[in-house]
């Protein structure tokens, strides 16, 4: 079964002013879907050298399923995330829930800016069954940092292909530009998906 690119849900000028038309083709048509075609040649080998009974490339496929894997997952929620009529702030069940877990909403929003100022990937906030709590990490690349388990359902992009062509090293203007446009309905969609299998 091969991967395909998922369509964005919106057009690519959308999410202008906050991000160019330009950074949302190139990152989609190009970046996701390197990351998409990464995942199916990994697989592709690995099937065949199971078929041939021969491992040699294995090992490495195995890794690139991971790295392009993840790539695409990540992806695919972040545009999800995004929306032109997003922005504001959470509510419902979800916005309990931050407050519960981090204190407050601005508290969680402080956290989660750190984790996005520092990562060289993602800042990503997950829900870990394990502890039955929300969290914020930081993942460089789109696996290192990872919580075993754990289920992204708000996942922040600051790879420089993300917002450099929009705002060159102000890593900090993205941030504030990508809280104009989360899309909190799909975060707490998210949310409400892998709490049911937990709680
Ligand atoms: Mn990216």
């Known amino acids: 079964?091969?991967?395909?690119?998922?369509?964005?849900?919106?057009?690519?000028?959308?999410?202008?002013?906050?991000?160019?038309?330009?950074?949302?083709?190139?990152?989609?048509?190009?970046?996701?879907?390197?990351?998409?075609?990464?995942?199916?040649?990994?697989?592709?080998?690995?099937?065949?050298?199971?078929?041939a009974g021969d491992y040699?490339?294995?090992?490495?496929?195995?890794?690139?399923?991971?790295?392009?894997?993840c790539g695409h997952y990540l992806h695919t929620m972040f545009w999800e995330n995004m929306h032109p009529d997003g922005g504001r702030t959470p509510d419902g069940d979800l916005a309990d829930r931050i407050e519960e877990d981090f204190g407050s909403y601005e508290a969680w929003k402080g956290e989660f800016e750190a984790a996005a100022g520092a990562a060289g990937g993602w800042a990503l906030l997950v829900y870990d069954p394990v502890d039955k709590r929300l969290r914020n990490l930081v993942v460089d690349k789109h696996d290192q940092g990872a919580l075993w388990g754990a289920h992204p359902v708000l996942a922040l992009d600051v790879?420089?292909?993300?917002?450099?062509?929009?705002?060159?090293?102000?890593?900090?203007?993205?941030?504030?530009?990508?809280?104009?446009?989360?899309?909190?309905?799909?975060?707490?969609?998210?949310?409400?998906t892998v709490v049911s299998r937990h709680e």
């Open 159 to 192: 790879w420089e292909h993300s917002y450099y062509h929009d705002y060159g090293p102000a890593r900090g203007d993205f941030i504030d530009a990508f809280f104009e446009v989360v899309n909190w309905d799909s975060v707490a969609d998210n949310y409400d």
């Open 56 to 69: 040699d490339g294995s090992a490495a496929a195995m890794r690139s399923v991971t790295h392009n894997g």
């Open 1 to 51: 079964m091969s991967h395909e690119l998922p369509e964005l849900p919106y057009d690519y000028d959308a999410l202008e002013p906050h991000i160019s038309e330009q950074v949302v083709r190139w990152h989609h048509d190009t970046h996701h879907q390197g990351y998409v075609n990464g995942l199916n040649s990994a697989e592709e080998t690995l099937a065949e050298n199971r078929d």
